[in-house]
């Protein structure tokens, strides 16, 4: 699962060696601050890994963190918040994976006239 947030970008899967808890990866330590602070977390340095850092806690951590995210959410344009959360690099990520993601937009997206 990947999620952007005002704060950054973490992909979270299930751990490979335990099966009880989750791998959140992130390409920046910056991002998986949040998520460690929360649950009392260390971030490991994997350079040699897809995402050069990582943390590992509980589903149960990770829906709380997410929890937060929700519950702090008080702007009305994301692209604009990054900016002055993250500065100008990650907004431009975030408009890489934004512009990209319009490839899956289905044949009625635009259609005014589509079915509900």
């Not at 994301?78 to 690099?89: H, L, N, W, Y």
């Not at 431009?92 to 006239?113: G, I, K, L, P, T």
Request: hydrophobic content about 35%; charged content about 30%.
């Amino acid at each position: 699962m990947w999620v952007f947030t005002q704060t950054g970008f973490v992909s979270a899967v299930r751990h490979r060696d335990d099966k009880t808890k989750l791998m959140v990866r992130g390409r920046d330590s910056e991002s998986l601050e949040d998520l460690a602070d929360m649950a009392s977390a260390s971030i490991d340095h994997t350079p040699g890994g897809d995402y050069p850092y990582r943390v590992t806690v509980t589903d149960l951590q990770f829906m709380e963190w997410a929890e937060m995210q929700i519950e702090t959410l008080d702007y009305t344009n994301f692209k604009s918040r990054v900016t002055i959360t993250r500065g100008d690099i990650y907004h431009d990520a975030c408009m890489d994976v934004w512009s990209a993601m319009h490839q899956v937009e289905d044949a009625n997206a635009r259609n005014r006239y589509a079915a509900k």
